[in-house]
């Protein structure tokens, strides 16, 4: 799949290429399932951060079966089933990908889960472990609780050792989020976010984890406990203007997580964090959620309906053209 200029979702076009020779430290694998998330439609449509070039390719972290390897590759065998961050490229049925960068997943892990849990589950990660200082028994909000992104870290904090209170916008993503171990949930369509979160956590929460913004940035923010955290993931809702005095009242911090920006400049970290994570769902103290599969030939009316929230938790691809 690929788009020849950055603008509307359905740009997007399938096309059939020769498949790319294997280099020396290079494996190829069929692609079983490919990760889904809101930034590949801000990608495809120029309305991201940093635009990628044309024509672009989109699709970032796939699962697949090895069916070559380089005759240098020792690490990694045909048949054998691996994640990979591919960068661009997964909306696709093959890849060639060095081998150093594919890793074998769990048997626990599905292809669709194993395909969908790094962007979300990294970010979460690093946000806990780089960004804050974890305590046991913190109480965290968490903002769109029922999507990707917040789900993970819903998952990824209680597995931390915080108390979640999980606010999404309909009762299947509340019950997921429950289900990842929040111990209360916020409609956040009938409820005052600000007032039931000092109601649920005390007078306060510890955190906020904010992949939504809009207008739910600043009652979440007035929500926050004397010295909290405020942490600023993404911007689904728009960007919001947060009041400066609300930060400097009773010591608050704000802080930026952009886990793509580190990644770049802390390769060995970030592989680091994607064993780490890796091993947690090994252990079974980690759960992705199994996605909702597309073909990717609907991959147009998956990612409308991601961007129009219709979905509950993530969204994989997979190689089926109908």
Known sequence: MRVTALGP??????????SQPLRPGQVRIEILAC???????????????????????????????VTEAADDVTTLSVGQRVFAPVGSGGF???????????????????DGQGATFMQSYLTAWFAFTERMEVREGMTMLVLGAG???????????????????AAASSE??????????????????????????????????????????????????RALAPGGIFMVIGFVGGIPRLPANFVLLQNRSVVGVDWGYWVGRNPEGNARMIREVLGAIGEGRLNPVEPRIYPMSRAVEAMNDLKNRKVAGKVALVPVWD
């Not at 696709?92 to 599905?110: F, G, K, Y």
């Open 172 to 221: 299947d993503k509340r019950r997921l989020a429950l289900d990842r171990g929040a111990f209360a949930t916020i409609d956040v369509l009938t409820e005052d976010v600000k007032v039931r979160t000092r109601e649920l956590s005390g007078g306060g929460v510890d955190v906020v984890y904010d992949p939504v913004g809009g207008d739910l940035a600043e009652p979440s923010l």
């Open 9 to 18: 979702i359905e740009n997007l076009e399938m096309i059939e290429v020769d």
């Open 92 to 110: 696709s049925s093959e890849a060639v990908v060095a081998a150093a960068r594919a890793l074998p997943i769990p048997d626990s892990l599905t």
């Open 35 to 65: 990760g889904l998330n809101y930034v590949d439609s801000l990608f495809i449509e120029g309305k991201y951060q940093v635009k990628p070039p044309v024509p672009y390719h989109p699709g970032s972290e796939v699962v697949g079966r």
């Open 147 to 165: 999507g990707g992104i917040g789900l993970a870290a819903v998952d990824v904090g209680v597995a931390l050792g915080m108390r979640v209170i």
